[in-house]
């Protein structure tokens, strides 16, 4: 379930969404780390800085899910999309998928506007990719059939390893992971519950 041995062309077939999520991911990157675009103004326009958040732009609880702030950042975060995300996308779908991943993105940057300051900015993927892990855990949850007892092992595992991680290492939005897994949990439980 998360071994992947498909091409490079399979991978890209089977698993749209994450695909041109990636892509998305890796032209950010070049667009605000080679110095022939203007950088600097790029991140600073689509970083999310709550201060600009609350003078109304508003674009800046969506755009740090796609930004990052360096390549060992955005390499990690992609890897870890595509280890855990293509599972969810074929259970669920490319529409379900993409909303899941961007309402839990969206609801953790919320949870940053709220519960951090005015002056804090903030970019990365990872409050989306907790939004998986707590949909995973929904599955687990309330629909244990739909996974096997190895791979919901696994997934608990790694979710409590990465939630040990998030207050463990520095420079880390630990508002945007915690709510990003709590939003992607309650998503899944209102699916599953019934």
């Not at 022939?36 to 969506?62: C, H, M, Q, T």
């Not at 996974?147 to 040990?164: D, G, W």
């Amino acid at each position: 379930m998360f071994t992947r041995t498909e091409s490079l062309r399979d991978f890209i077939r089977f698993y749209p969404v994450i695909s041109i999520i990636i892509s998305i991911h890796i032209l950010l990157y070049l667009l605000t780390a080679l110095p022939i675009f203007p950088s600097k103004y790029l991140f600073g326009l689509l970083a999310g800085v709550n201060l600009y958040v609350v003078n109304g732009e508003y674009w800046r609880l969506f755009t740090p899910i796609f930004m990052h702030a360096g390549f060992a950042h955005m390499l990690f975060n992609s890897f870890s999309l595509v280890l855990f995300g293509p599972a969810l996308e074929q259970m669920l779908g490319k529409t379900k998928f993409i909303l899941i991943y961007l309402v839990t993105g969206i609801a953790a940057n919320v949870a940053t506007l709220i519960l951090e300051p005015l002056t804090y900015t903030h970019v990365g993927s990872s409050g989306a990719i907790f939004g998986l892990f707590g949909f995973y855990i929904s599955i687990i949850m309330f629909r244990k059939a739909m996974l096997s007892r190895e791979n919901s092992q696994t997934i608990m595992t790694i979710a409590i390893i990465a939630v040990i991680m998030t207050f463990v290492q520095s420079n880390i939005n630990i508002t945007a992971h915690i709510f990003g897994m709590l939003a992607g949990f309650l998503i899944g439980a209102a699916i599953y519950r019934r």
